[in-house]
Antibody, heavy 123, light 108 residues
C-alpha cells in the first residue's frame, strides 16, 4: 500500500545536527513533489520545506532556511532532511508528506502523510 | 502575505452544522486544503480544491471559498469529528506553503 515511513528522530543537543529519512513505498516516488511538515508539542502544523519530484527546486520556510537541507534519492525512494545548527525551538514531530495538484490549477494538497518522527533538541 | 488565520476554537452541538473559516491573501489565488488531526495521529486531508473529498471522507464535510476566505463546513457533526482542523495553501509566491494556526473543534 501507499506509505511513508519517517525515521532518524531522537534527542540532540543544541547546535548539533541530525538527518531524518522518509521511506516511500507503493507509488512512483520520482513523480511527486515531497514536503516536510513539523509540529511542536501542543502546537500547530508548520510547513518546513519542499523538493520537486526531480530535485531541481527546493524551498524552505524562513525559520529553517540556511540550516536545513531537503534532498531525495529517487533510486532509493527516500526523502531526507538534514538539520544543522539545531535549536530548542526545532523540537517537534517531523512529518513527510506527498504533494498532489499543481500550481497552474491553484489546487494543491498533501494526500499521504507519514506517522512522524520526534526530534527533541535539548542539553 | 504568507499567513492563514483561523479561529482557535469552535464548538458545535451533536448533529448540528458548523463552519470553520480560514483567511489569507493567498486564498484569492490558491484553493485551501483542510486537514483533520486527532491526538497522537498524523493529519488527514478532508477537503481539497474547490470542494473535493478524498475517498473515505464522509459527505458531511464540504468546502467553499470566497475572496480571501475558505470555509470547511460539517453538516450534522458527529462525536468522531472532534479534532483539530488546519487549512493550508501555497503562499502568494506559489513556491512556499503555509498552514493556518488550527481550529480545535469540540462536539457537545
Amino acid at each position: 500500500q501507499v506509505q511513508l515511513v519517517e525515521s532518524g528522530g531522537g534527542v540532540v543537543q543544541p547546535g548539533r545536527s541530525l538527518r531524518l529519512s522518509c521511506a516511500a513505498s507503493g507509488f512512483t516516488f520520482s513523480t511527486y513533489n515531497m514536503h516536510w511538515v513539523r509540529q511542536a508539542p501542543g502546537k500547530g502544523l508548520e510547513w518546513v520545506a519542499v523538493i520537486w519530484y526531480d530535485g531541481s527546486n527546493k524551498y524552505y520556510a524562513d525559520s529553517v532556511k540556511g540550516r536545513f537541507t531537503i534532498s531525495r534519492d529517487n533510486s532509493r525512494n527516500t526523502l531526507y532532511l538534514q538539520m544543522n545548527s539545531l535549536r530548542p525551538e526545532d523540537t517537534a514531530v517531523y512529518y513527510c508528506a506527498r504533494e498532489r495538484g499543481s500550481m497552474t490549477t491553484g489546487i494543491g494538497w498533501f494526500d499521504i502523510w507519514g506517522q512522524g518522527t520526534l526530534v527533541t533538541v535539548s542539553s | 502575505s504568507s499567513e492563514l488565520t483561523q479561529d482557535p476554537a469552535v464548538s458545535v452541538a451533536l448533529g448540528q452544522t458548523v463552519r470553520i473559516t480560514c483567511q489569507g491573501d493567498s486564498l484569492r489565488r490558491y484553493y485551501a486544503s483542510w486537514y483533520q488531526q486527532k491526538p497522537g495521529q498524523a493529519p488527514v486531508v478532508v477537503i481539497y480544491g474547490k470542494n473535493n473529498r478524498p475517498s473515505g471522507i464522509p459527505d458531511r464535510f464540504s468546502g467553499s471559498s470566497s475572496g480571501n476566505t475558505a470555509s470547511l463546513t460539517i453538516t450534522g457533526a458527529q462525536a468522531e469529528d472532534e479534532a483539530d482542523y488546519y487549512c493550508n495553501s501555497r503562499d502568494s509566491s506559489g513556491n512556499h506553503w503555509v498552514f493556518g494556526g488550527g481550529t480545535k473543534l469540540t462536539v457537545l
